[in-house]
């Protein structure tokens, strides 16, 4: 049963509402896990042996992807 | 090759490239694709080789020079274009991704983390609009996982169509269609960075029981041998549960009579949906504690994709996500932003006087938090790493 002290809600004005579109983040700058960029001259080349080495700026250290190896 | 965004029917009408010049991090590399040498070339270099490419001058002495050295490769003096592909600089400096590209999986394994596993996923189309979002965001290293990412029926194509936007692409699998001809046939044409597979056992009793799946232990041993036959970079992920913890040397010295490197797993996560099941199946015996937890960069450098084109800052903290499908590229910088509140210390971690020795990532011990807490599982208060 509705008690009597209940109103009614007034009818909703319309609001006026502006559709965009979500504002762009940016790339965050630095990454928490600094990257080391190693020096090489502009007339040179470094042959890597295995790019694993190269690749691993890019990995975590807490392993968790190793948790989930099945 | 300067890589331009053509149709995707344009594309997958496109062979792989040779070699792949590429931004990567903070650096600029020289790849063969499935190969593990590499070269690394200064920004100058690359920039060369992205204005030979556009401009149709012929491969220079360096890069003829390099490619002897790193790959015992002889180029010829073509064009850079017909050589190398030229990835071109990402605004958004991812370097990796991994990509269910679906749940289904012909094993039932009990410790699965993926708890309920569907054969489900994107269309061809969503695919390769998914592929492109991560060229576009720097990828070079893909890892394909599923479920059992090669009995997906696009499996092939998109693999194929990874190589052609020049990704250097490693594929985790069970091994149980390495065998087939299609598979080694593919694996031929574009050989895979690496191939990832896993261990259940070193016996068919105890490997077709783990994996529910009778006859699995020998066509797993079929694909081995195929694998050793055609030369592919396999490494062996041994995974240790309750049910095969018996053989957990036997499984090692499967691995080493292949002559393929591997590594030992003990550790169970409860499932993504934070069910505790996985970790009733761990062999405690066996367990080993995680290395201390030294900082991530998940959602910065590399990031996860699930079958739907839902990326999140990884595989275990799934939740906050952005979708690639209906969002694009442009979505990606959220993941920063996610990764940096998913790795505070909140709820049970709150406060915590361990954190420079904790061994769990929070996202990880969220996981374990909603899987029932069980503390000596994932925390030093509870005993773990000590």
């Known amino acids: 049963m509705t008690p009597p002290t209940a109103t009614l809600t007034p009818p909703r004005e319309p609001v006026m509402l502006t559709i965009g579109r979500r504002r762009m983040e940016t790339p965050t700058s630095a990454p928490p896990v600094q990257l080391t960029a190693l020096s090489i001259k502009d007339d040179e080349f470094q042959i890597i042996a295995n790019l694993d080495e190269a690749a691993e700026g890019a990995e975590c250290s807490c392993s968790a992807g190793d948790d989930q190896p099945y | 090759m300067t890589e331009t965004n053509t149709s995707a029917e344009r594309l997958t009408t496109k062979t792989a490239p040779r070699l792949v010049a590429s931004p990567f991090l903070a650096q600029y590399l020289l790849v063969q694709p499935g190969l593990a040498a590499g070269v690394r070339i ?29 790959w015992g490769t002889e180029l ?8 190398v592909l030229v990835r071109e600089r990402s605004r958004y400096g991812y370097g990796k991704a991994s990509w269910e590209i679906n749940l289904g999986c012909d094993y039932d394994c009990e410790f699965c983390y993926l708890g309920e596993k569907r054969f489900e996923g994107l269309d061809w189309a969503g695919k390769q609009t998914l592929l492109q979002t991560l060229r576009d965001a720097g990828v070079l290293w893909l890892q394909i996982t599923g479920g059992e990412a090669l009995i997906d029926r696009e499996f092939g194509a998109a693999y194929e169509y990874a190589h052609q936007l020049g990704m250097m692409v490693q594929v985790s699998s069970n091994g149980s269609s390495l065998r087939k001809q299609p598979i080694r046939d593919l694996f031929a044409r574009h050989r895979p960075y690496r191939l990832t ?13 783990v994996t529910r799946n009778r006859g699995a232990f020998n066509r797993f041993l079929m694909g081995l041998d195929a694998a050793r036959e055609d030369r592919l970079p396999v490494r062996l992920n041994v995974i240790v549960s309750d049910d095969n913890a018996h053989e957990t040397d036997a499984m090692v010295r499967l691995a080493k009579s292949y002559g393929f490197p591997h ?23 066996h367990l080993k504690a995680r290395s201390i937890f030294t900082g991530c960069n998940a959602g910065h450098t590399f990031f996860h994709v699930n079958p739907h084109g839902i990326a999140s800052i990884c595989k275990v903290g799934r939740d906050p996500s952005v979708n690639l499908i209906t969002e694009g590229v442009e979505a990606l910088p959220r ?5 940096e509140s998913l790795q505070l210390r909140t709820g049970g971690c709150s406060g915590c006087t361990k954190v420079g020795t904790c ?11 909603e899987a029932g807490d069980r503390r000596e599982l994932y925390c030093q208060h509870g005993g773990y790493g000590s």
């Open chain 2, 76 to 83: 010829p003096s073509s064009p850079v274009g017909d050589i």
């Open chain 2, 359 to 369: 061994r769990t990532c929070r996202p990880l011990a969220r996981l374990y938090q």
């Open chain 2, 335 to 339: 993941l920063g932003v996610i990764a």
């Open chain 2, 263 to 285: 590594q030992v797993f003990t550790n169970m996560s409860p499932t993504i949906d934070g069910e505790a099941n996985p970790l009733a199946t761990q062999a405690l015996g």
């Open chain 2, 197 to 209: 597979l896993s261990v259940y056992g070193a016996t068919a009793e105890t490997y077709d029981k």
């Open chain 2, 42 to 70: 200064p920004e100058v270099r690359y920039e060369e080789l992205r204005a030979s490419g556009a401009e149709g001058r012929s491969v220079p002495d360096w890069l003829t020079d390099a490619a002897r050295e790193a």
